[in-house]
């Protein structure tokens, strides 16, 4: 089965870039799609975009400004960056896989990591 | 961008209650909607997709329906471990999640 474990910073300053890391065990990162999805604490879920293991990436209009994606296939790793970060970014963080890169069931998930964008 | 309006953002229910929630979204998105179930402090947790197929080791409990902007999560039998919040999420498009609705022990 596969699990996902997210990783990075959980405090990121104002105007700075945010950066996580997702790494995949239990499976291929050759096997799936990869995205991230956001939840803002007491608020509903974001999904922010995915990454495939060549490198292909889809981003939501809405971040595609300030994301990006990247993959790497030999430490089963795949990380994002958002950048200009302000309050409003504030969530956990969650990576999740899926097996189609039209249709998004996201059937795996990480634990998710809190990250606070403060000074 | 497609919109998602659940219903009702919240409700009360005991355990062995019949619980419908319904999502409705601003253009037709054929059965491209799937459900989740998420937990305080967990991550969501897959239901339903293409509108009305049971993920895998899922209760036989939950099911879904609906086509078109018209959905429906039915749990037939309300159990102690369902009180969660249910997210609907479309993925015609750029896919999007209901606002959620919490199901609360009443």
């Known amino acids: 089965q596969v699990q996902l474990q997210e990783s990075g910073p959980g405090l990121v300053k104002p105007s700075e870039t945010l950066s996580l890391t997702c790494t995949v065990s239990g499976g291929s990162i050759r096997s799936y799609y990869w995205s991230w999805i956001r939840q803002p604490p007491g608020k509903g879920l974001e999904w922010i975009g995915y990454?495939?293991?060549?490198?292909?990436?889809n981003y939501n209009p809405s971040l595609k400004s300030r994301v990006t994606m990247s993959v790497d296939t030999s430490k089963n790793q795949f990380s994002l960056k958002l950048s200009s970060v302000t309050a409003a970014d504030t969530a956990v963080y969650y990576c999740a896989s899926h097996r189609d890169g039209y249709i998004y069931q996201f059937d795996y998930w990480g634990q998710g990591i809190l990250v606070t964008v403060s000074s | 961008d497609i919109q998602m309006t659940q219903s009702p953002s919240s409700l009360s229910a005991s355990v062995g209650d019949r619980v419908t929630i319904t999502c409705r979204t601003s253009q037709s998105i054929s059965t491209y909607l799937n459900w989740y179930q998420q937990k305080p402090g967990k991550a969501p947790n897959l239901l339903i997709y293409?509108?009305?197929n049971l993920q895998g080791g899922v209760p036989s409990r939950f099911s879904g329906s609906g086509s078109g902007t018209d959905f429906t999560l039915t749990i037939s039998s309300l159990q102690p471990e369902d009180f969660a919040t249910y997210y609907c999420q479309e993925t015609y498009g750029s896919p999007s999640f209901g606002g959620g609705t919490k199901v609360e022990i009443k």
């Open positions: 990454i495939f293991y060549s490198g292909s990436t």
């Open positions: 293409g509108a009305s």
